[in-house]
């Protein structure tokens, strides 16, 4: 089909609590992108859902490189 | 409880709710006939999250009629085609992914404008049922709204098969709603729905307006008063064949009933 964008998905159990990544899916736009995010992964009673195109994300810095030990170091 | 309803209206909400388990359950069928060659995979996951919450609200509506004092195991398993209620745009399966966006855009609007008139029903059995129903449905929409457009903006070969999809099922899905008949007024006058027949044709024309009016440049479905010709109130059919048999023994889990334990 058309062209696809990768969304992250985020949820959290209760207000307060820290958004945590659910996951990814593939949509054309931000509408179906909702849309998919809750026909997939609102199989939990999560408080609240957000998405949120990959392409928005940008690194700040990663220390993979420079500590290879660290067990969430590399990605 | 039903038998506090009056005898004048309890006949037309059972046969009402009936209507609405087929439907939900046929939807639920063309829904999930779809898993597995929907266009994107995405898309097909969509279609089986959709599938099981019409076949949740299937459930929750057949159980209600027990309220009626109705076999319930016999509604959901024993009946033959003849004897489903199903709007009649179901009895055969989508055969493209256009026709099912528009089934999804349109039967399920309908069905939610349906729902909606209950939401302050006299009939609590039904008010309660109705909020977590229509939750579920505002993802449905969004699917069906998104698709529609992407499907109409997507060249003109797409945007014609959108616009034929939705004409060959529109009329019948508008009149589904039946005439402004005493059947109609019963609902309506007992406060078991806020509205009837042609308001609520008004109402999911009103509701499909925006979303066909951005996609086509002008809306191609047209809002005449349709014929009643042959229509039967207690069915909201015009034929008395319903879907056709392999459907059915689907539909009734035909197969899985071979493995049952008394």
């Given at each position: 089909?058309?062209?696809?964008?990768?969304?992250?998905?985020?949820?959290?159990?209760?207000?307060?609590?820290?958004?945590?990544?659910?996951?990814?899916?593939?949509?054309?736009?931000?509408?179906?992108?909702?849309?998919?995010?809750?026909?997939?992964?609102?199989?939990?009673?999560?408080?609240?859902?957000?998405?949120?195109?990959?392409?928005?994300?940008?690194?700040?810095?990663?220390?993979?490189?420079?500590?290879?030990?660290?067990?969430?170091?590399?990605? | 409880?039903?038998?506090?309803?009056?005898?004048?209206?309890?006949?037309?909400?059972?046969?009402?709710?009936?209507?609405?388990?087929?439907?939900?359950?046929?939807?639920?069928?063309?829904?999930?006939?779809?898993?597995?060659?929907?266009?994107?995979?995405?898309?097909?996951?969509?279609?089986?999250?959709?599938?099981?919450?019409?076949?949740?609200?299937?459930?929750?509506?057949?159980?209600?009629?027990?309220?009626?004092?109705?076999?319930?195991?016999?509604?959901?398993?024993?009946?033959?085609?003849?004897?489903?209620?199903?709007?009649?745009?179901?009895?055969?399966?989508p055969g493209t992914w256009h026709d099912l966006v528009a089934c999804n855009a349109l039967v399920d609007g309908a069905l939610s404008v349906q729902f909606e008139a209950f939401s302050g029903?006299?009939?609590?059995?039904?008010?309660?049922?109705?909020?977590?129903?229509l939750d579920e449905e505002r993802f449905h929409a969004a699917h069906g709204a998104a698709w529609l457009r992407r499907l109409a903006a997507g060249g003109d070969d797409s945007r014609s098969a959108m616009a034929d999809a939705i004409e060959r099922i529109a009329p019948a899905v508008f009149r589904w709603f039946g005439p402004d008949s005493d059947?109609?007024?019963?609902?309506?006058?007992?406060?078991?729905?806020?509205?009837?027949?042609?308001?609520?044709?008004?109402?999911?024309?009103?509701?499909?307006?925006?979303?066909?009016?951005?996609?086509?440049?002008?809306?191609?479905?047209?809002?005449?008063?349709?014929?009643?010709?042959?229509?039967?109130?207690?069915?909201?059919?015009?034929?008395?064949?319903?879907?056709?048999?392999?459907?059915?023994?689907?539909?009734?889990?035909?197969?899985?009933?071979?493995?049952?334990?008394?």
């Amino acid at each position: 089909m058309a062209y696809q964008t990768v969304y992250e998905i985020f949820a959290r159990k209760s207000r307060g609590e820290p958004l945590r990544h659910i996951g990814n899916l593939n949509a054309p736009d931000d509408d179906l992108a909702k849309v998919y995010a809750y026909e997939t992964y609102d199989e939990e009673k999560w408080f609240d859902m957000w998405i949120v195109a990959r392409d928005r994300f940008h690194e700040v810095f990663n220390r993979g490189d420079a500590d290879t030990s660290s067990a969430d170091g590399g990605a | 409880m039903a038998d506090e309803l009056s005898s004048e209206v309890r006949g037309p909400v059972r046969d009402l709710i009936l209507v609405l388990a087929d439907s939900k359950r046929l939807l639920g069928m063309r829904y999930a006939g779809w898993i597995l060659g929907a266009p994107e995979l995405e898309a097909g996951i969509a279609c089986a999250s959709m599938a099981q919450d019409e076949w949740g609200h299937g459930r929750l509506l057949y159980a209600l009629l027990k309220d009626f004092g109705e076999d319930v195991d016999e509604l959901e398993h024993g009946r033959e085609p003849g004897d489903y209620a199903n709007i009649e745009v179901l009895d055969s399966a989508p055969g493209t992914w256009h026709d099912l966006v528009a089934c999804n855009a349109l039967v399920d609007g309908a069905l939610s404008v349906q729902f909606e008139a209950f939401s302050g029903s006299s009939y609590p059995m039904l008010r309660q049922r109705v909020e977590k129903l229509l939750d579920e449905e505002r993802f449905h929409a969004a699917h069906g709204a998104a698709w529609l457009r992407r499907l109409a903006a997507g060249g003109d070969d797409s945007r014609s098969a959108m616009a034929d999809a939705i004409e060959r099922i529109a009329p019948a899905v508008f009149r589904w709603f039946g005439p402004d008949s005493d059947r109609s007024k019963a609902l309506v006058d007992s406060g078991v729905a806020a509205a009837a027949g042609s308001e609520l044709r008004r109402r999911l024309a009103e509701r499909m307006a925006p979303l066909l009016a951005s996609a086509f440049d002008g809306s191609p479905v047209g809002l005449t008063e349709p014929a009643f010709d042959g229509f039967n109130e207690t069915t909201r059919r015009t034929r008395p064949d319903g879907p056709d048999a392999a459907t059915i023994r689907q539909v009734r889990g035909d197969k899985n009933r071979a493995f049952l334990m008394d």
